[in-house]
């Protein structure tokens, strides 16, 4: 019976030690819990119903679908980068330049066939001067390519490009090929 209550004794001696310093100790006060805000729902509540739900369920790929805007859609080209021939690339009288461009058709418009892409300075080194715009849906990359032919004298030449819509108007960022001829 002595030991069990030396054993007692020394438990609530060292329960004291352990635990009194926390119960006496200041508290720091707690975090207050804040939920993640979220935004506004436009769902519609879904109401009870004394349907059975599923135990399964199946899902089936859809295609996204873009909403449309009313009224006219909006053209514009973004210029990307040059894919070939950078500036003041050196090519040699009479060679054949294979020029690309990345662009973004950054507009509301899908370019079509009735998309044109026109000289409007410099020298068009013997590109026609009216190409069809690659077709491209509004907010994709499209690569544009002209072939040219380099002047037989030697200089440096820049070649002008826009994109026009269907109404014949002008729109987005011009291209431009910079060359130096040199024999």
Known sequence: MMKTRIS???????????????????????????????????AIPILATTTPIPSFVTIVPTETVTPTTEGPCTNNLT???????????????????DKQWLVQNSGTCDW?????????????MSAAQEQPLFPARAGTQATIRILFTAPAIEGTYESAWQAFGPDGIAFGDPIYVMVVVTP
Not at 79 to 97: G, M
Not at 114 to 124: E, S, V
């Open 79 to 97: 210029f990307l980068s040059d894919i070939t021939i950078e500036d003041n690339t050196t090519v040699t009288p009479n060679s054949t330049i």
């Open 8 to 42: 007692l004794n020394r438990f609530l001696i060292l329960a004291s030690i352990f635990f009194l310093p926390a119960a006496c100790s200041p508290q720091t006060a707690p975090t207050p819990f804040r939920p993640p805000t979220q935004p506004p729902s436009t």
């Open 112 to 124: 079509d066939s009735t998309y044109r892409l026109k000289w409007i300075g410099g020298d068009p």
